[in-house]
């Protein structure tokens, strides 16, 4: 896997990446602290709604700036992008009001938007072997899942010399250091796409999502990952704390438990691949989900605490195994489903519509679980995940569409 760091180029945008990412990992642990200073007696709330604007700016504005930048080139976009995010988290330790946090994360936010679709589309570009292209795929599934693990930890540390504005100046820091990788990076030069209306250009990569039957199993795929990983990001402290009674430690234990299973499927996926086709990876990483919630609802029921806790640390392994399953493989699906020319737009599409899907889940789970109780929500979430499941298998099945032999790639196939 990391043979593909031999290339120089994807090797300074994969340290980009990683570089970014523990930046954004340390924005995550400041911004709470941030908004317990501000609004100590609602910080809960201030967050919550903090996160809704993000995730409001990743569906809103994503296929808004793809379309409005598709004429542009990738490198100063990406640049461009950094230092705006960086511009921001600097500001961010100067806030006094609730509503400068949310001004700010929007502004940063859309940055974000704005840089990961082109980033991803880019990538397939540098990389065109689809062999090199899935190892970098699982190389980008790990740094994101380490990411989880180590922002954390470094956070802590730093916090133990410094306060919590200093976490900011880390996250500037990761975001320059991204710009400046990228500025020392060459790129190769993708020809701007044809001209057309803005209302083309907007639409263009849903269009594609429509008109291609992989693409349109994508989308149900996504809301049953987004179902299993509701359920991991937004309960796991409540089943921790509340449900079990364990400690706080229990809570950074049981999410390590998703983020190994992540992990250990994500080292075999290029393997994996090479002798399955990615459809039936995928469907079966699919498959998994739902039933690993159906079986956490179970256990949450019956289950006594102490017998609960080893179940669940095994029941959160494997939606971290089988989310890897599923997510790894999906960019390749975006790849041969589009050109060099309507890439960004096909994935800043695939970044809207799957965060859609978060608007969705994340409050099914927060208010589901208050309402109805854990294994309720649970159930509720199941519910949720097994229409996308459905609607995958019947766009993917074998006399709806060709299936892909590993290692090689489909054409576009047209509904």
């Given at each position: 896997?990391l043979?593909?760091?031999r290339?120089r ?8 990446q990683?570089?970014a990412?523990?930046g954004?990992g340390l924005?995550t642990?400041?911004?709470?602290l941030l908004?317990?200073?501000?609004a ?13 604007i993000k995730?409001?700016?990743?569906v809103?504005?994503a296929?808004?700036?793809?379309a ?11 640049i461009?992008a ?8 600097l ?10 946090i ?8 859309s940055?974000?938007a704005?840089?990961?679709p082109?980033?991803q ?11 090199e ?6 190389l980008?599934r790990?740094?994101?899942d380490m990411?989880?693990l ?8 730093l916090?133990?010399?410094a ?6 100046l880390?996250t500037?820091?990761g975001?320059?250091?991204?710009s400046?990788?990228?500025a ?10 044809p ?8 639409t263009?990569?849903?269009?594609q999502?429509?008109?291609?039957v992989?693409l349109?199993g994508?989308?149900g ?9 509701a359920m ?14 364990r400690?706080h ?11 190994a299973?992540?992990?250990?499927v ?8 090479d002798?399955?086709p990615?459809?039936r ?14 079986a ?6 019956w289950?006594?605490?102490a017998r609960?806790?080893p179940?669940l640390?095994g029941?959160?392994?494997?939606v971290?195994?089988?989310t890897s399953?599923?997510?790894?493989p999906?960019?390749?699906l975006?790849?041969?489903n ?5 890439c960004?737009?096909?994935?800043a599409a ?6 859609a ?5 994340y409050?099914?789970?927060?208010v589901?679980?208050a309402?109805?109780?854990?294994p ?6 199941v519910a949720v995940?097994?229409p996308g499941l ?14 892909p032999?590993p290692?090689r790639?489909a054409h576009?196939?047209?509904?």
């Amino acid at each position: 896997m990391l043979s593909v760091l031999r290339h120089r180029t994807y090797r300074h945008l994969f340290a980009a990446q990683v570089i970014a990412l523990l930046g954004t990992g340390l924005l995550t642990v400041a911004l709470g602290l941030l908004a317990l200073d501000v609004a100590p007696d609602r910080a809960g709330a201030v967050l919550g709604l903090a996160m809704t604007i993000k995730m409001v700016a990743y569906v809103g504005v994503a296929p808004v700036i793809s379309a409005l930048v598709a004429r542009l080139p990738r490198k100063p976009l990406l640049i461009t992008a950094d230092l705006v995010r960086a511009a921001v988290a600097l500001s961010l330790p100067l806030v006094t009001e609730a509503w400068q946090i949310y001004v700010l994360i929007f502004l940063l936010q859309s940055a974000s938007a704005t840089f990961t679709p082109a980033f991803q589309a880019l990538i397939p570009t540098v990389l065109p072997i689809e062999r090199e292209y899935t190892r970098a795929l699982s190389l980008s599934r790990l740094a994101y899942d380490m990411e989880a693990l180590v922002s954390p930890m470094l956070a802590a540390l730093l916090l133990t010399v410094a306060g919590y504005q200093n976490l900011f100046l880390g996250t500037v820091a990761g975001f320059a250091t991204s710009s400046v990788l990228v500025a020392a990076t060459t790129i190769p030069r993708v020809a701007a796409p044809p001209a057309a209306p803005f209302l083309s250009r907007l639409t263009g990569g849903t269009r594609q999502f429509w008109a291609s039957v992989e693409l349109r199993g994508l989308i149900g795929i996504n809301l049953v990952v987004a179902a299993a990983t509701a359920m991991v990001i937004v309960n796991s402290v409540v089943i921790v704390g509340t449900d079990l009674g364990r400690g706080h430690d229990d809570v950074a234990l049981l999410l390590a438990a998703y983020g190994a299973g992540s992990m250990l499927v994500a080292l075999a996926v290029p393997r994996l691949l090479d002798r399955r086709p990615d459809l039936r990876v995928m469907l079966a990483g699919a498959a998994v989900l739902p039933m690993a919630l159906a079986a956490a609802a179970a256990v949450l029921a019956w289950v006594d605490a102490a017998r609960a806790w080893p179940l669940l640390l095994g029941l959160w392994f494997a939606v971290g195994a089988a989310t890897s399953a599923v997510l790894t493989p999906s960019a390749r699906l975006l790849r041969r489903n589009s050109t060099e020319q309507t890439c960004p737009a096909v994935f800043a599409a695939q970044f809207s519509l799957s965060h859609a899907c978060y608007l969705v889940t994340y409050p099914v789970a927060g208010v589901g679980g208050a309402l109805l109780g854990l294994p309720g929500v649970a159930l509720v979430l199941v519910a949720v995940a097994v229409p996308g499941l459905v609607w995958a298998a019947r766009a993917w099945a074998p006399n709806r569409s060709t299936i892909p032999e590993p290692g090689r790639s489909a054409h576009m196939i047209d509904a």
